[in-house]
Nanobody
């Protein structure tokens, strides 16, 4: 069991930046993969970025070069640095954690990111 709490969402203009935070209730060293997902109105939830326990990362093609996922193990927190934001990045962003040995997934409540002028 792991609780995840997201923060950092908000309203930004195109080209702006936000940093999302996901605080976990346990050591993220015990979590195989943590990541960010998003769901826009009328669309299914999609992967944005993940970071594995060993440090490897994975990004959706749509955010490569603009978003960076990182971990701070001391704070049990995963971040998503979002730069050069576009209106199409507007979505509810969820933090997810996948836990060994069966890959059970836990979700945060989501934080809204709106990119608009």
């Amino acid at each position: 069991q792991v609780q995840l709490v997201e923060s950092g969402g908000g309203l930004v203009q195109p080209g702006g930046s936000l940093r999302l935070s996901c605080a976990a209730s346990r050591s993220i060293a015990s979590i195989s993969t943590m990541g960010w997902y998003r769901q826009a109105p009328g669309k299914q939830r999609e992967l944005v970025a993940t970071v594995a326990r060993g440090g490897s990362t994975n990004y959706a093609d749509s955010v490569k070069g603009r978003f960076t996922i990182s971990r701070d193990s001391a704070k049990n927190t995963v971040y998503l640095q979002m730069n050069s934001l576009k209106p199409e990045d507007t979505a509810l962003y969820y933090c997810g954690a996948q836990v060994p040995p069966f890959g059970e997934r836990y979700w945060g409540q989501g934080t809204q990111v709106t990119v608009s002028s």
